[in-house]
């Protein structure tokens, strides 16, 4: 059993910055593609970014590409979202996500486990 444990989030202004983190437990996850997705409220949970067992492949959702970077250390057992240039329609619960067969997706019914998410508000 993969536990996955989301930190970082808040409230930040528009414009600004945050360094989400997601710390993993129970498997081997050098091995996993890690995602992160997130959900508005009243709206369907969205891609945001992944990245495969080696960051050799990462994706990102146009809405975040080019201000948002996903990346890991597999000695810590974590991976990372890097959010700069913060705008309010990034607010969300976002949430990581393990694909343990390691298969480079962008689909979240392919992530076979989830963290409980970290809120992020971005307001002025």
């Known amino acids: 059993q993969v536990q996955l444990v989301e930190s970082g989030g808040g409230l930040v202004q528009p414009g600004g910055s945050l360094r989400l983190s997601c710390a993993a437990s129970g498997g081997t996850f050098s091995r996993y593609t890690m995602g992160w997705f997130r959900q508005a409220p009243g709206k369907d949970r969205e891609f945001v970014a992944t990245i495969t067992w080696n960051g050799g492949w990462t994706a990102y959702a146009d809405s975040v590409k080019g201000r948002f970077t996903i990346s890991r250390d597999n000695a810590k057992n974590t991976v990372y979202l890097q959010m700069n240039s913060l705008k309010p329609e990034d607010t969300a619960v976002y949430y990581c996500?393990?694909?343990?067969?390691?298969?480079?997706?962008?689909?979240?019914?392919?992530?076979?486990?989830w963290g409980q998410g970290t809120q992020v508000t971005v307001s002025s």
């Open positions: 996500a393990a694909d343990v067969q390691g298969r480079p997706s962008t689909i979240g019914r392919q992530y076979d486990y």
